[in-house]
């Protein structure tokens, strides 16, 4: 019986081990293709990390991923921005990624237009572009990605289901090239679908933070609420030093009485009431699927259209709710996305 069992597991155990030899000795897997992800701003912000978080989620198992930053700010020094992005080409010249994803409008003006475009490699995948493309010459044979678009309409129409006494608003934001866009898109999503649900008393700018003050104070009285666009380009005039959207908002929230809307990610952290806002994971989800298509199918990016963001997180804050007297109707919170408590 014993030799029986020996006549049986002997093979076995030969099989065993011929395929943990097999296995020991099979040449390594064909490596990932590499990736750098570009960030205009820095590592902090939000919106750079829920883009990064967008990309890795598309791209997971699929390609080595190098993130780098531009720490782009509107008092940064030119010249060591340009020292940046110089050490930045070196690392694409010494460890050529097969693809590189240049998110946010500075990442195209001060990288990839003057670096990437028109090159045989990297391809280039951009997101969060607020320009329209061609500014900076896109598409190009090597570069195509995704445009982000601000949720203007529906975010009004969520304010005003919310608080339908509402019928006036402001809209304030720093007077940076982004705001521009922004401001350039609102005007346009109004001449296309016609009047908002909330009528626009004023479209302001403010270049500092002193500025952004007056127009918060004077907008209690001009509007009955306040919509919040860009304020990550608002200097100290007394210093000079830009003055971080964290405190801008802080400061805004203890003044402001007005129900208050934002449009982007940062608004979930920043207080504002209730939004409809662009997602900055959507952007990179965009663009990964995108620089997927690129790596597995062998096409040039210039070869793919280029994409606009449709979802929007629809955003509802309870506690500024509270602090301002609002009821929010218990059927919109239950189909919010994000609701801050």
């Known amino acids: 019986m014993r030799r029986v069992r020996l006549h049986i597991l002997l093979p076995l155990l030969l099989l065993l081990l011929q395929a943990e030899w097999a296995a020991a000795h099979t040449p390594d897997q064909e490596p990932k293709p590499l990736v750098f992800i570009v960030h205009s701003y820095d590592p902090d912000y939000i919106w750079s990390q829920r883009i990064s978080q967008g990309v890795q989620e598309a791209l997971r198992g699929r390609a080595e991923l190098e993130t780098f ?10 010249e060591r921005l340009g020292e940046t992005a110089e050490a930045i ?10 693809l590189v ?14 670096y990437l475009k028109g090159r045989a490699s990297p391809q280039v995948i951009f997101c969060g572009v607020n320009a ?3 500014k900076y010459g896109y598409p190009a044979r090597n570069v195509s990605g995704v445009i982000g678009r601000w949720h203007f309409r529906q975010s009004f129409d969520l304010l005003k289901a919310i608080a339908p006494r509402v019928k006036t608003v402001m809209f304030l934001t720093d007077d940076s090239e982004s705001s521009a866009y922004v401001v350039a898109d609102l005007k346009e999503e109004r001449r296309r679908g016609g009047p908002f649900s909330l009528s626009l008393t004023s479209i302001e700018r403010a270049q500092s933070f002193q500025q952004w003050q ?9 509007a009955d609420a306040l919509a919040l666009g860009i304020y990550h380009a608002l200097r100290d005039e007394r210093t000079g030093e830009t003055v971080s959207p964290e405190a801008v908002a802080a400061w805004t929230n203890s003044v402001n009485k007005l129900p208050s809307l934002g449009f982007s990610d940062y608004a979930i952290k920043h207080g504002q009431l ?25 096409v040039a990016a210039g070869s793919l259209p280029v994409r606009v963001n449709r979802t929007g997180t629809v955003l509802l804050n309870l506690k500024t709710a509270e602090r301002l007297g609002i009821m929010i109707p218990f059927a919109i919170i239950e189909a919010a996305d994000v609701v801050v408590k």
């Open 69 to 78: 930053y531009l720490r782009f700010s509107r008092d940064i020094n030119r």
């Open 89 to 98: 080409l070196k690392r694409i010249d010494d460890e050529k990624p097969r």
């Open 101 to 114: 994803i240049a998110a946010d409008d500075a990442a195209q003006e001060h990288f990839v237009a003057p």
């Open 132 to 134: 329209p493309p061609a």
């Open 214 to 222: 007056r127009k918060v104070r004077a907008s209690q009285k001009q």
């Open 274 to 298: 209730c939004g409809v806002l662009g997602s900055a994971h959507e952007q990179g989800a965009l663009a990964g699927a995108m620089a997927r298509t690129v790596l597995e199918r062998g």
